[in-house]
Protein backbone atom coordinates (compact mmCIF):
# COMPACT_ATOMS: atom_id res chain seq x y z
CA UNK A 1 0.00 0.00 0.00
CA UNK A 2 1.14 3.60 -0.44
CA UNK A 3 0.49 6.00 1.63
CA UNK A 4 -2.83 7.45 0.72
CA UNK A 5 -3.88 3.43 0.57
CA UNK A 6 -2.83 3.20 4.16
CA UNK A 7 -4.48 6.06 5.57
CA UNK A 8 -7.90 5.02 4.13
CA UNK A 9 -6.96 1.52 5.85
CA UNK A 10 -6.78 2.96 8.99
CA UNK A 11 -9.55 5.10 8.54
CA UNK A 12 -11.95 2.87 7.05
CA UNK A 13 -11.16 -0.95 8.77
CA UNK A 14 -10.47 -0.02 12.24
CA UNK A 15 -13.47 1.75 14.27
CA UNK A 16 -13.41 5.14 14.50
CA UNK A 17 -14.68 7.91 16.31
CA UNK A 18 -14.07 10.73 14.40
CA UNK A 19 -16.15 9.39 11.61
CA UNK A 20 -18.17 7.04 12.53
CA UNK A 21 -19.26 8.68 16.30
CA UNK A 22 -20.16 6.31 19.26
CA UNK A 23 -19.86 3.22 16.27
CA UNK A 24 -16.23 3.88 16.36
CA UNK A 25 -15.80 4.53 20.25
CA UNK A 26 -13.70 1.13 22.32
CA UNK A 27 -14.18 1.69 25.81
CA UNK A 28 -11.67 -0.18 27.45
CA UNK A 29 -7.59 -0.46 27.82
CA UNK A 30 -7.03 -4.20 27.11
CA UNK A 31 -5.63 -3.72 23.46
CA UNK A 32 -3.36 -0.33 24.46
CA UNK A 33 -1.49 -2.51 26.90
CA UNK A 34 -1.66 -6.16 24.53
CA UNK A 35 0.27 -3.33 21.69
CA UNK A 36 2.15 -1.56 24.37
CA UNK A 37 3.78 -5.15 25.23
CA UNK A 38 3.96 -5.81 21.26
CA UNK A 39 6.05 -3.05 21.15
CA UNK A 40 8.50 -3.20 24.34
CA UNK A 41 6.79 -0.19 25.90
CA UNK A 42 7.76 2.27 24.00
CA UNK A 43 6.34 5.26 26.30
CA UNK A 44 8.90 4.39 28.52
CA UNK A 45 12.12 5.38 26.68
CA UNK A 46 11.12 9.50 27.09
CA UNK A 47 9.57 11.63 29.67
CA UNK A 48 5.87 12.57 29.11
CA UNK A 49 3.49 15.69 30.02
CA UNK A 50 -0.33 14.66 29.80
CA UNK A 51 -2.90 16.94 28.61
CA UNK A 52 -6.43 16.22 29.26
CA UNK A 53 -9.60 18.43 29.56
CA UNK A 54 -12.95 19.52 27.24
CA UNK A 55 -11.24 22.53 25.67
CA UNK A 56 -8.13 23.74 25.19
CA UNK A 57 -5.97 20.52 25.01
CA UNK A 58 -4.42 21.40 21.74
CA UNK A 59 -3.45 24.35 22.02
CA UNK A 60 -1.65 23.78 25.37
CA UNK A 61 -0.07 21.04 24.03
CA UNK A 62 1.32 22.97 21.14
CA UNK A 63 2.24 25.70 23.50
CA UNK A 64 4.51 23.38 26.30
CA UNK A 65 5.96 21.79 23.21
CA UNK A 66 7.23 25.07 21.71
CA UNK A 67 8.78 26.27 24.61
CA UNK A 68 10.19 22.91 25.24
CA UNK A 69 11.81 23.15 21.40
CA UNK A 70 12.96 26.80 22.75
CA UNK A 71 14.63 25.35 25.34
CA UNK A 72 16.59 22.78 23.24
CA UNK A 73 14.94 19.84 23.73
CA UNK A 74 13.80 16.86 21.11
CA UNK A 75 10.18 16.99 21.55
CA UNK A 76 7.25 14.68 20.80
CA UNK A 77 4.01 15.91 20.06
CA UNK A 78 0.74 13.70 19.91
CA UNK A 79 -2.65 15.22 19.26
CA UNK A 80 -5.99 14.61 17.99
CA UNK A 81 -7.91 14.87 15.13
CA UNK A 82 -6.10 15.85 12.36
CA UNK A 83 -7.15 18.85 10.07
CA UNK A 84 -6.13 18.01 6.52
CA UNK A 85 -3.60 14.98 6.79
CA UNK A 86 -3.32 12.29 9.14
CA UNK A 87 0.22 13.09 10.19
CA UNK A 88 -0.25 16.08 11.78
CA UNK A 89 -0.89 14.10 15.28
CA UNK A 90 2.80 12.92 15.31
CA UNK A 91 5.38 15.14 15.10
CA UNK A 92 8.97 15.77 16.52
CA UNK A 93 10.29 19.31 16.93
CA UNK A 94 7.21 20.30 14.88
CA UNK A 95 8.08 17.67 11.87
CA UNK A 96 5.04 15.40 11.31
CA UNK A 97 5.91 11.78 11.19
CA UNK A 98 7.40 11.07 7.60
CA UNK A 99 4.98 8.81 4.97
CA UNK A 100 7.11 6.09 4.74
CA UNK A 101 7.23 5.51 8.07
CA UNK A 102 3.37 5.27 8.60
CA UNK A 103 3.07 2.78 5.61
CA UNK A 104 5.54 0.75 6.93
CA UNK A 105 4.41 0.41 10.13
CA UNK A 106 1.18 -0.71 9.32
CA UNK A 107 2.58 -3.57 6.56
CA UNK A 108 4.78 -4.76 9.23
CA UNK A 109 2.46 -4.85 11.86
CA UNK A 110 -0.74 -5.24 10.49
CA UNK A 111 -0.89 -9.31 11.28
CA UNK A 112 -0.47 -8.59 15.07
CA UNK A 113 -3.07 -5.79 15.21
CA UNK A 114 -5.87 -7.06 13.26
CA UNK A 115 -7.05 -10.30 15.46
CA UNK A 116 -7.33 -7.42 18.14
CA UNK A 117 -10.01 -5.21 16.22
CA UNK A 118 -8.75 -2.27 17.51
CA UNK A 119 -10.03 1.00 16.99
CA UNK A 120 -8.04 3.70 15.32
CA UNK A 121 -6.90 5.68 18.18
CA UNK A 122 -5.65 2.59 19.38
CA UNK A 123 -3.47 1.80 16.73
CA UNK A 124 -2.53 5.55 16.21
CA UNK A 125 -1.26 5.78 20.21
CA UNK A 126 1.11 2.63 19.42
CA UNK A 127 2.25 3.77 16.21
CA UNK A 128 2.94 7.28 17.81
CA UNK A 129 4.84 5.47 21.12
CA UNK A 130 6.89 3.48 18.85
CA UNK A 131 7.56 6.42 16.46
CA UNK A 132 9.22 8.48 19.43
CA UNK A 133 11.21 6.09 20.51
CA UNK A 134 12.51 5.03 17.39
CA UNK A 135 12.78 8.99 16.93
CA UNK A 136 14.94 8.94 19.97
CA UNK A 137 13.09 11.89 21.55
CA UNK A 138 13.27 13.60 24.97
CA UNK A 139 9.85 14.79 26.08
CA UNK A 140 6.69 13.90 24.72
CA UNK A 141 3.19 16.21 25.05
CA UNK A 142 0.80 13.47 24.89
CA UNK A 143 -3.25 14.92 24.45
CA UNK A 144 -5.79 12.60 25.64
CA UNK A 145 -8.11 11.31 22.94
CA UNK A 146 -11.20 10.97 24.72
CA UNK A 147 -12.16 11.64 28.49
CA UNK A 148 -9.21 10.13 30.63
CA UNK A 149 -9.47 7.03 32.69
CA UNK A 150 -10.13 4.65 30.03
CA UNK A 151 -8.18 7.03 27.59
CA UNK A 152 -5.32 4.75 25.67
CA UNK A 153 -3.21 7.85 26.22
CA UNK A 154 -3.55 6.96 29.93
CA UNK A 155 -0.79 4.05 30.19
CA UNK A 156 1.50 7.06 30.40
CA UNK A 157 3.21 7.84 34.06
CA UNK A 158 3.59 11.49 32.55
CA UNK A 159 6.03 14.48 34.72
CA UNK A 160 3.24 16.42 35.11
CA UNK A 161 -0.73 15.86 34.31
CA UNK A 162 -2.51 19.12 33.10
CA UNK A 163 -6.42 19.09 32.66
CA UNK A 164 -7.24 22.62 31.37
CA UNK A 165 -11.17 22.68 32.03
CA UNK A 166 -14.86 21.51 31.83
CA UNK A 167 -17.27 21.80 30.04
CA UNK A 168 -20.55 19.45 28.15
CA UNK A 169 -18.97 17.39 25.76
CA UNK A 170 -18.96 13.45 24.67
CA UNK A 171 -21.76 13.76 27.56
CA UNK A 172 -23.03 10.20 26.31
CA UNK A 173 -19.42 8.94 27.37
CA UNK A 174 -18.38 11.16 29.76
CA UNK A 175 -21.45 11.70 31.77
CA UNK A 176 -24.17 14.32 31.77
CA UNK A 177 -23.00 16.25 34.76
CA UNK A 178 -19.84 18.29 34.80
CA UNK A 179 -18.98 16.51 38.16
CA UNK A 180 -19.43 12.91 36.53
CA UNK A 181 -17.40 14.45 33.53
CA UNK A 182 -14.70 16.13 35.36
CA UNK A 183 -14.44 12.45 37.70
CA UNK A 184 -13.62 11.14 33.94
CA UNK A 185 -11.02 13.63 33.11
CA UNK A 186 -9.35 13.26 36.58
CA UNK A 187 -8.70 9.51 35.86
CA UNK A 188 -4.89 10.99 34.53
CA UNK A 189 -4.52 11.99 37.60
CA UNK A 190 -1.41 9.45 38.79
CA UNK A 191 0.05 8.35 42.02
CA UNK A 192 2.53 11.35 43.28
CA UNK A 193 2.24 12.84 40.02
CA UNK A 194 1.90 16.86 40.18
CA UNK A 195 -1.71 17.90 38.52
CA UNK A 196 -2.34 21.44 36.70
CA UNK A 197 -6.33 22.24 36.54
CA UNK A 198 -6.38 25.33 34.02
CA UNK A 199 -10.11 26.31 35.10
CA UNK A 200 -12.37 25.18 37.69
CA UNK A 201 -15.34 25.91 39.39
CA UNK A 202 -17.75 24.62 42.05
CA UNK A 203 -18.99 21.56 40.69
CA UNK A 204 -15.74 20.06 39.09
CA UNK A 205 -12.94 21.49 41.71
CA UNK A 206 -14.12 19.23 44.49
CA UNK A 207 -13.76 15.93 42.24
CA UNK A 208 -10.31 16.98 41.19
CA UNK A 209 -9.09 17.84 44.80
CA UNK A 210 -10.40 14.19 45.82
CA UNK A 211 -8.79 12.45 43.28
CA UNK A 212 -5.65 14.39 44.15
CA UNK A 213 -6.01 13.39 47.89
CA UNK A 214 -6.45 9.59 46.73
CA UNK A 215 -3.45 9.70 44.43
CA UNK A 216 -1.65 11.74 46.70
CA UNK A 217 -1.21 13.89 43.36
CA UNK A 218 0.26 17.72 44.09
CA UNK A 219 -2.68 19.98 42.70
CA UNK A 220 -2.54 23.51 41.24
CA UNK A 221 -5.32 25.76 40.43
CA UNK A 222 -3.88 27.78 37.52
CA UNK A 223 -6.62 30.41 37.64
CA UNK A 224 -6.51 30.81 41.79
CA UNK A 225 -3.55 33.42 41.16
CA UNK A 226 -3.28 33.47 37.70
CA UNK A 227 0.36 33.80 35.63
CA UNK A 228 -1.50 35.84 32.66
CA UNK A 229 -2.51 38.82 34.44
CA UNK A 230 -4.70 40.59 30.95
CA UNK A 231 -4.53 39.95 27.07
CA UNK A 232 -5.36 42.30 24.56
CA UNK A 233 -5.91 41.74 20.70
CA UNK A 234 -2.71 42.88 18.55
CA UNK A 235 -2.75 44.24 15.19
CA UNK A 236 -1.51 41.07 13.64
CA UNK A 237 -4.44 39.38 15.22
CA UNK A 238 -2.16 38.26 17.95
CA UNK A 239 -2.44 38.07 21.63
CA UNK A 240 -0.40 40.59 23.48
CA UNK A 241 -0.29 38.93 27.07
CA UNK A 242 0.97 40.54 30.53
CA UNK A 243 2.35 37.84 33.21
CA UNK A 244 2.93 38.84 36.71
CA UNK A 245 6.62 37.64 36.83
CA UNK A 246 7.71 36.92 33.71
CA UNK A 247 6.95 40.60 31.69
CA UNK A 248 5.09 41.44 28.33
CA UNK A 249 5.03 39.12 25.58
CA UNK A 250 2.90 38.66 21.87
CA UNK A 251 1.12 35.21 21.00
CA UNK A 252 0.69 34.07 17.76
CA UNK A 253 -2.39 32.69 18.15
CA UNK A 254 -5.48 34.55 18.24
CA UNK A 255 -8.40 34.12 19.86
CA UNK A 256 -9.34 35.78 23.51
CA UNK A 257 -9.04 32.32 25.00
CA UNK A 258 -5.76 32.39 24.53
CA UNK A 259 -5.09 33.80 27.60
CA UNK A 260 -6.46 31.19 29.65
CA UNK A 261 -4.68 28.64 27.48
CA UNK A 262 -1.58 30.68 28.16
CA UNK A 263 -1.73 30.46 31.89
CA UNK A 264 -2.56 26.86 32.08
CA UNK A 265 0.50 26.33 30.08
CA UNK A 266 2.82 28.23 32.01
CA UNK A 267 1.34 27.03 35.55
CA UNK A 268 2.58 23.62 33.63
CA UNK A 269 6.18 24.31 32.81
CA UNK A 270 6.76 25.78 36.15
CA UNK A 271 6.03 22.68 37.10
CA UNK A 272 8.84 21.11 34.73
CA UNK A 273 11.13 23.34 35.96
CA UNK A 274 10.66 22.08 39.69
CA UNK A 275 12.17 18.60 38.36
CA UNK A 276 14.95 20.06 36.22
CA UNK A 277 13.17 20.75 33.04
CA UNK A 278 14.63 24.64 32.47
CA UNK A 279 11.94 26.38 30.51
CA UNK A 280 10.55 28.70 32.91
CA UNK A 281 11.82 30.49 36.04
CA UNK A 282 11.00 33.43 38.28
CA UNK A 283 14.28 33.86 40.16
CA UNK A 284 16.52 37.00 38.76
CA UNK A 285 19.39 35.16 37.69
CA UNK A 286 17.50 33.13 35.14
CA UNK A 287 14.63 35.66 34.58
CA UNK A 288 16.27 37.01 30.75
CA UNK A 289 16.81 33.91 29.21
CA UNK A 290 13.18 31.88 30.41
CA UNK A 291 11.58 35.37 28.82
CA UNK A 292 13.53 35.10 25.90
CA UNK A 293 12.62 31.64 25.27
CA UNK A 294 8.87 31.93 26.01
CA UNK A 295 8.78 34.79 23.50
CA UNK A 296 10.18 33.13 20.71
CA UNK A 297 8.27 30.07 21.28
CA UNK A 298 4.72 32.10 21.88
CA UNK A 299 5.45 33.93 18.98
CA UNK A 300 6.31 31.45 16.29
CA UNK A 301 4.30 28.96 17.80
CA UNK A 302 2.58 27.71 14.62
CA UNK A 303 6.13 27.15 12.62
CA UNK A 304 7.52 25.46 15.77
CA UNK A 305 5.00 22.77 16.18
CA UNK A 306 2.22 23.24 12.74
CA UNK A 307 -0.88 24.04 15.00
CA UNK A 308 -3.74 25.09 12.97
CA UNK A 309 -7.21 26.20 13.30
CA UNK A 310 -7.37 28.48 16.43
CA UNK A 311 -8.97 31.93 15.10
CA UNK A 312 -6.43 31.81 12.22
CA UNK A 313 -6.45 34.36 9.54
CA UNK A 314 -6.21 32.51 6.43
CA UNK A 315 -7.03 36.10 3.63
CA UNK A 316 -7.19 39.82 4.44
CA UNK A 317 -9.83 41.72 2.29
CA UNK A 318 -12.35 40.05 2.96
CA UNK A 319 -10.99 38.77 6.30
CA UNK A 320 -11.37 35.12 6.41
CA UNK A 321 -10.69 33.55 10.06
CA UNK A 322 -11.51 30.07 11.08
CA UNK A 323 -11.60 28.36 14.28
CA UNK A 324 -12.43 24.93 15.36
CA UNK A 325 -14.69 25.45 18.24
CA UNK A 326 -17.32 23.23 18.49
CA UNK A 327 -18.99 22.81 22.04
CA UNK A 328 -20.98 25.37 24.21
CA UNK A 329 -17.88 25.94 26.07
CA UNK A 330 -15.22 26.80 23.14
CA UNK A 331 -18.35 29.15 21.86
CA UNK A 332 -18.65 30.82 24.95
CA UNK A 333 -15.59 32.60 24.14
CA UNK A 334 -15.85 32.60 20.28
CA UNK A 335 -19.32 34.35 20.68
CA UNK A 336 -17.31 36.61 22.65
CA UNK A 337 -14.51 37.19 20.13
CA UNK A 338 -17.15 37.74 17.01
CA UNK A 339 -18.33 40.49 19.03
CA UNK A 340 -14.93 42.75 18.51
CA UNK A 341 -14.87 42.12 15.03
CA UNK A 342 -15.47 45.56 12.88
CA UNK A 343 -16.81 44.94 9.60
CA UNK A 344 -19.49 46.38 7.39
CA UNK A 345 -21.13 42.47 7.46
CA UNK A 346 -20.40 39.41 8.76
CA UNK A 347 -20.69 36.10 7.09
CA UNK A 348 -20.54 32.93 8.76
CA UNK A 349 -19.93 29.43 7.20
CA UNK A 350 -21.12 27.26 9.82
CA UNK A 351 -21.41 23.33 10.15
CA UNK A 352 -21.81 21.23 13.66
CA UNK A 353 -21.46 17.11 14.30
CA UNK A 354 -25.15 16.00 15.42
CA UNK A 355 -23.93 14.38 18.73
CA UNK A 356 -23.05 17.83 20.34
CA UNK A 357 -25.48 20.22 21.61
CA UNK A 358 -26.05 22.22 18.72
CA UNK A 359 -28.92 24.33 20.07
CA UNK A 360 -26.74 25.49 23.03
CA UNK A 361 -24.05 26.80 20.53
CA UNK A 362 -26.83 28.27 18.20
CA UNK A 363 -28.20 29.88 20.99
CA UNK A 364 -24.31 31.73 21.51
CA UNK A 365 -24.62 32.90 17.45
CA UNK A 366 -24.92 36.44 16.16
CA UNK A 367 -28.22 37.02 14.98
CA UNK A 368 -27.01 40.00 12.61
CA UNK A 369 -24.56 37.59 10.41
CA UNK A 370 -25.34 35.99 7.16
CA UNK A 371 -24.99 32.03 7.58
CA UNK A 372 -23.99 29.63 4.95
CA UNK A 373 -25.09 26.07 6.65
CA UNK A 374 -23.33 23.30 5.54
CA UNK A 375 -21.65 19.93 6.41
CA UNK A 376 -18.67 18.59 6.36
CA UNK A 377 -16.93 14.97 4.81
CA UNK A 378 -17.82 12.80 7.73
CA UNK A 379 -20.81 10.79 8.55
CA UNK A 380 -21.27 12.54 11.84
CA UNK A 381 -22.51 15.81 10.30
CA UNK A 382 -25.46 17.11 10.71
CA UNK A 383 -27.20 17.51 7.66
CA UNK A 384 -27.25 21.19 6.22
CA UNK A 385 -31.40 21.51 5.89
CA UNK A 386 -31.89 20.36 9.40
CA UNK A 387 -29.28 22.82 11.13
CA UNK A 388 -31.39 25.36 8.70
CA UNK A 389 -34.31 24.32 10.51
CA UNK A 390 -32.55 24.12 14.14
CA UNK A 391 -31.18 27.50 13.43
CA UNK A 392 -34.02 29.53 12.30
CA UNK A 393 -35.81 28.56 15.48
CA UNK A 394 -32.85 31.00 17.13
CA UNK A 395 -33.71 33.82 14.96
CA UNK A 396 -30.49 33.09 12.53
CA UNK A 397 -31.39 32.90 8.67
CA UNK A 398 -28.56 31.94 5.02
CA UNK A 399 -28.90 29.39 2.74
CA UNK A 400 -27.51 25.24 2.49
CA UNK A 401 -24.71 24.21 0.88
CA UNK A 402 -23.79 20.48 0.39
CA UNK A 403 -20.37 20.90 0.90
CA UNK A 404 -18.27 23.35 3.03
CA UNK A 405 -16.42 24.04 -0.54
CA UNK A 406 -19.45 25.28 -1.97
CA UNK A 407 -20.65 27.28 1.24
CA UNK A 408 -17.31 29.40 1.50
CA UNK A 409 -17.09 30.07 -2.43
CA UNK A 410 -20.83 31.07 -1.74
CA UNK A 411 -20.05 33.43 1.34
CA UNK A 412 -16.97 34.86 -0.58
CA UNK A 413 -19.06 35.70 -3.61
CA UNK A 414 -21.37 38.28 -1.57
CA UNK A 415 -19.01 39.60 0.26
CA UNK A 416 -17.40 43.18 -0.42
CA UNK A 417 -13.79 43.80 0.91
CA UNK A 418 -14.73 45.16 4.25
CA UNK A 419 -16.91 42.20 5.25
CA UNK A 420 -15.82 39.65 7.92
CA UNK A 421 -15.82 35.82 6.68
CA UNK A 422 -15.61 33.03 9.96
CA UNK A 423 -15.39 29.54 8.77
CA UNK A 424 -16.53 27.06 12.05
CA UNK A 425 -18.38 25.28 14.53
CA UNK A 426 -16.49 21.78 14.01
CA UNK A 427 -12.85 20.57 13.05
CA UNK A 428 -14.04 18.71 10.47
CA UNK A 429 -15.69 22.13 8.98
CA UNK A 430 -12.33 23.72 9.33
CA UNK A 431 -10.57 20.80 8.19
CA UNK A 432 -12.50 20.71 5.26
CA UNK A 433 -11.97 24.19 4.60
CA UNK A 434 -7.94 24.18 5.26
CA UNK A 435 -7.89 21.29 2.67
CA UNK A 436 -9.73 23.22 -0.24
CA UNK A 437 -8.22 26.41 0.08
CA UNK A 438 -5.36 26.53 2.21
Known amino acids: MNYTETCEYLYSQMPMFERQGASGYKEGLANTLALDEHFGHPHQAFATIHVGGTNGKGSVSHTIAAVLQESGYRVGLYTSPHLVDFRERIRVNGCPITEEYVVDFVDRERTFFEPLHPSFFEVTTALAFKYFKDMQIDIAVIEVGLGGR ?11 SVITNISFDHTQFLGDTLAKIAAEKAGIIKKGIPVVIGESNEETRPVFEAKAREMDAPITFADDDPEVVSASVTKKGGMHY ?29 ELTKQGFLCYCEQPENIEKCSYELQEAISHIIGHTGLMGRWQTVRQSPRVVCDTGHNVGGWQYLSQQLKTVECRKMHIVFGMVDD ?3 EGVLNLLPKDAVYYFTKAHTKRAMKENTLQLLATRHGLSGTCYPTVREAYEAALHQASHDDFIFVGGSSYVVGDFLRAFV
Not at 150 to 160: A, E, G, Q, R, S
Not at 247 to 265: F, H, P, R, S, V
Open 150 to 160: LDCTNIITPLV
Open 356 to 358: KDI
Open 242 to 270: VTRHLGEYDGELGGIYQQKNLNTALFALR
